[in-house]
């Protein structure tokens, strides 16, 4: 099977032609941007952690594992995100948008392991 063709890309970083179709991943719209600004393609805020999950995991790097495995198993029961997700990427790149400060512990980071499977 070929490598799955993803990106993450912060909201706070230029939309470009060449991040295919552009899915905003979280709940929370971030606050001060508009949304022609983000310019996504789709906002697929039922992909995002749960609520509970996201207040507890709080950003805490000290957390990163516990999350990202309580997070798959959210995944693993959102059949309809995980399909629409899954149709995108047989029509070519997706780029997952996030807005969290922290780039390297964030849901993107998460979901761009589990569909690169």
Same mark, same amino acid.
Request: with cysteine; net charge positive; charged share 40%.
């Given at each position: 099977m070929p490598a799955r063709d993803?990106?993450?890309k912060s909201v706070y970083e230029?939309? #470009? @032609?060449?991040?295919?179709? /552009?899915?905003?991943?979280?709940?929370?719209?971030?606050r001060g941007?508009? %949304? #022609? @600004?983000?310019?996504?393609? /789709?906002w697929l805020k039922e992909i995002?952690?749960?609520?509970?999950?996201? %207040?507890w995991f709080d950003h805490d790097p000290g957390k990163w594992a516990s999350f990202q495995r309580k997070?798959?198993?959210?995944?693993?029961?959102?059949?309809?995100?995980?399909?629409?997700?899954k149709e995108q990427l047989e029509k070519?790149?997706?780029?997952?948008v996030y807005s969290a400060k922290d780039e390297k512990h964030n849901d993107a980071v998460v979901l761009e392991k589990i569909f690169s499977r």
């Open positions: 993803i990106i993450i230029k939309a #470009e @032609k060449k991040d295919g179709y /552009r899915i905003m991943v979280d709940r929370l719209w971030p941007i508009s %949304k #022609e @600004k983000v310019n996504v393609d /789709r995002a952690p749960s609520t509970e999950l996201r %207040k997070y798959e198993t959210e995944i693993k029961n959102n059949n309809e995100a995980v399909e629409f997700v070519g790149r997706i780029c997952f």
